[in-house]
């Protein structure tokens, strides 16, 4: 076989190069160099290959149990000015993570509107909060916070909640090894659908949960439909939900037309109900996209907080004895007739409040949010252009050693006295279209943690077990453990 000369191996090399260079600078020819004058008050950074962008760098990071390491890399060539251009989820973007960047982005209802992947708009729907223009955003959600927050609800709620804690904690001590994040999140969807979906039986309820982890797994991931990729199951599971909310919105129709729907309310109903002041009603379309959003993000996020807490805690002997002598004290000073819990012994529950909020701030469930530029943003002395995305990168605020000294250390003691700034902590994000369940959220995960710390403590199987991050923090074994009762 005849070798390639010298001169020939060094045409095959530059040629590589060229090309090289080529596809590294398509997207920067594509997005930027149209933008005129512009282009040169972007934000440092890169918009990656074609197509592809910085995703694989992304989710290389996110896989490899060191998820800093993607934005690291970015602070590394470009410096710590907490906003970097890239091109992310297929389209170009830019990437906030420092407090007053992320707190415009969330707040400036004037200059920025939500700027969801397509992906997550397909499998959450088009019709739900993360895509709906900020009017009838602020309408709907109006009609259903009421339903979920505020004392009044939360009241209503708390029986219900304790009920299913107590009955989940003693079954589980039976079972043996158990994966402790599923049997949260059954537990959560369970205490969701309640709310949402009151007079629904068991069936229906058991069809909507074993869609929704499939569904999750598609929500950030690359928008490929094709067999075998998370976003074409994720597909498959939204289209298998639609069908069985449709069932029940349809039942609901028909009993109200036989006059035969029950007196009790839940959020179906009002939704069913509920007019604008032209008389016009919500179409199937929409009540099922807001009850998709609103059954995925009302358990998946409090199953998730639940059982980090609680095996925080575990870790740490010391403040899960401080948690465990404030629970004592609230069931001491009660009166001796009184055997449940109250809206307001929850809220003496100074000390588990800042472990809750330690753990938020540790794992940050959600890594990052999504808006869209809707015209030239100057922020921290670069532009934004109009139809850009902007990613505000929760992780990274919360991970600030500037912010909070020794980041990655558990440490419900930072809290005391806690003055933090306005972007310094948002785990339910900010602005108007900060999360509408934050308090059940919290309200739930207490009085898990009540009763837990009282009777029960946690015997994880794998204590060393790595930890995986998309799309949401969790120990690969989901938590394998026995839960045993205290002498």
Not at 165 to 175: A, G, I, P, R, S
Not at 292 to 317: C, F
């Amino acid at each position: 076989m005849e070798l390639l000369s010298p001169h020939a191996i060094v045409g095959v090399f530059v040629a590589v190069l060229i090309l090289k260079s080529l596809l590294k600078n398509a997207n920067r020819w594509v997005y930027e160099a149209k933008l005129g004058e512009k282009q040169y008050s972007l934000p440092p950074g890169d918009l990656g290959w074609p197509f592809i962008g910085n995703m694989w760098s992304f989710l290389r990071a996110f896989k490899s149990g060191d998820p800093d390491s993607f934005i690291n890399s970015f602070v590394s060539r470009y410096g710590n000015t907490g906003i970097y251009k890239a091109f992310m989820f297929g389209n170009p973007s830019v990437i906030v993570t420092k407090p007053e960047t992320c707190k415009r982005a969330l707040t400036d209802d004037e200059g920025f509107t939500t700027g969801w992947p397509r992906a997550a708009i397909e499998l959450i729907g088009r019709k739900s909060f993360i895509d709906i223009e900020y009017e009838e955003h602020k309408r709907l959600r109006r009609l259903t916070s009421a339903s979920i927050n505020g004392p009044e609800a939360l009241s209503l709620y708390i029986g219900y909640i304790e009920e299913n804690v107590k009955f989940c904690l003693e079954k589980w001590t039976q079972m043996g090894k158990i994966e402790f994040l599923t049997e949260l999140r059954r537990l959560t969807f369970k205490i969701i659908t309640h709310i949402f979906l009151s007079s629904e039986g068991e069936l229906v309820r058991e069809a909507l949960e074993k869609e929704y982890t499939t569904l999750n797994h598609g929500v950030r991931a690359m928008a490929i439909n094709l067999p075998g990729f998370a976003y074409h199951k994720a597909l498959k599971a939204r289209k298998n939900l639609v069908a069985t909310l449709q069932s029940v919105v349809d039942e609901r129709r028909n009993l109200r037309r036989s006059n035969l729907s029950s007196q009790k309310k839940d959020m179906m109903d009002a939704l069913i109900d509920v007019e604008d002041e032209n008389g016009r009603k919500l179409s199937d379309e929409e009540i099922i996209d807001i009850l998709i959003m609103y059954l995925n993000a009302g358990h998946e996020s409090s199953g998730h907080i639940t059982m980090w807490t609680t095996l925080l805690l575990q870790q740490h002997p010391e403040f899960l004895r401080t948690a465990k002598e404030e629970q004592e004290e609230i069931v001491r000073k009660r009166p001796s007739t009184q055997n449940y819990l109250t809206l307001k012994e929850t809220r003496e529950m100074q000390y588990l409040s800042k472990v809750i909020d330690e753990t938020l701030r540790l794992i940050t469930f959600s890594l990052v949010v999504f808006r869209e530029a809707k015209s030239d943003i100057n922020l921290s002395g670069y532009t934004i252009p109009k139809g850009w995305k902007v990613l505000v990168w929760f992780r990274s605020v919360h991970l600030d050693p500037e912010i909070y000294p020794n980041p990655r250390e558990f440490n419900p003691s930072r809290w005391d006295n806690s003055t933090h700034k306005a972007g310094e902590f948002l785990p339910f994000g900010a602005g108007t279209r900060l999360c509408p369940g934050n308090d059940l959220a919290k309200l739930e995960i207490s009085i898990f943690l009540h009763y837990f710390l009282l009777h029960y403590k946690l015997e994880p199987l794998n204590p060393g077990s790595a930890v995986r991050y998309l799309p949401h923090t969790r120990p690969t074994d989901n938590c394998l453990a026995r839960i045993k009762k205290c002498s």
